[in-house]
């Protein structure tokens, strides 16, 4: 598909597990960005990568959470030893150039136990 | 503190009528706005966007209009139809810094009955 798609789209671990999280942006689009939804709600902003450059992380919750796009497209978030406040919707949007919509994929629902 | 403001959780209307959905910022900053739609279970999807420098703009059945005196803006759907119940994200960004990073409201649940 021409989407952004993200894989897994459901994860449960166990409290202390690393899990890994990717996405696979629209093919050309510069722009990638991360964001948490919890239940209820609106997103809230993880971090921001330009290509391959990691412009903006100050999201981040934790030095627990780490994202990297080392080739400009695909990107994974890695959460080290989870804990249950890590339970929620991990969300991945693109955009072709920084000043355009972005696009999101469907997310990745995480359940810590 | 909520940047992005969406004071209806909630919203029905008859199919046909317009739907009216509201949104109330703080950050003067902001100088892009958009609106997402989102059904159960799947990412956001973009709808329409207004830049500041625009106090309308419209796109079929959706017209965002902007107020920046009030930083106030509405999402209006006319003709509504069953399809569009969904919940309505309002999403704002700056161009300080180093990126467009979204700021979100709680989203408005829109019911459109037949």
């Known amino acids: 598909g021409a989407g952004v798609s993200q894989s897994p789209r459901y994860k449960v671990a166990k409290r202390g597990q690393d899990v890994a999280l990717r996405c696979d942006p629209i093919?050309?689009?510069?722009?990638l960005f991360w964001y948490q939804q919890a239940l209820g709600q609106g997103p809230e902003f993880l971090t921001y990568?330009?290509?391959?450059?990691?412009?903006?992380k100050s999201g981040l919750p934790s030095d627990r959470f780490f994202a990297e796009r080392p080739e400009g497209s695909v990107s994974t978030l890695k959460i080290q030893r989870t804990q249950q406040e890590d339970s929620a919707v991990y969300l991945c949007?693109?955009?072709?150039?920084?000043?355009?919509?972005?696009?999101f994929g469907d997310g990745t629902r995480l359940s810590i136990l | 503190d909520q940047q992005v403001k969406q004071n209806s959780p909630s919203l029905s209307v008859q199919e046909g009528r317009i739907s009216i959905l509201n949104c109330d910022y703080t950050?003067?900053?902001?100088?892009?706005f958009l609106w997402y739609k989102k059904y159960p279970a799947e990412g956001p999807t973009f709808l329409i966007s207004?830049?500041?420098i625009k106090d309308k703009n419209e796109d079929g059945r959706f017209t965002v209009f902007l107020n920046k005196s009030a930083k106030h803006l509405s999402l209006h759907i006319v003709p509504s139809q069953p399809g569009d119940s969904a919940v309505y994200f309002c999403?704002?960004?700056?161009?300080?810094?180093?990126?467009?990073?979204?700021?979100w409201g709680l989203g408005t649940s829109l019911a459109v009955n037949p």
């Open positions: 949007a693109s955009s072709l150039l920084r000043n355009q919509p972005q696009h």
């Open positions: 093919s050309g689009h510069v722009s």
């Open positions: 990568f330009q290509n391959e450059a990691q412009l903006d």
């Open positions: 950050n003067s900053m902001f100088d892009y």
């Open positions: 207004i830049s500041s």
């Open positions: 999403a704002a960004s700056s161009n300080a810094g180093n990126n467009r990073k979204l700021i």
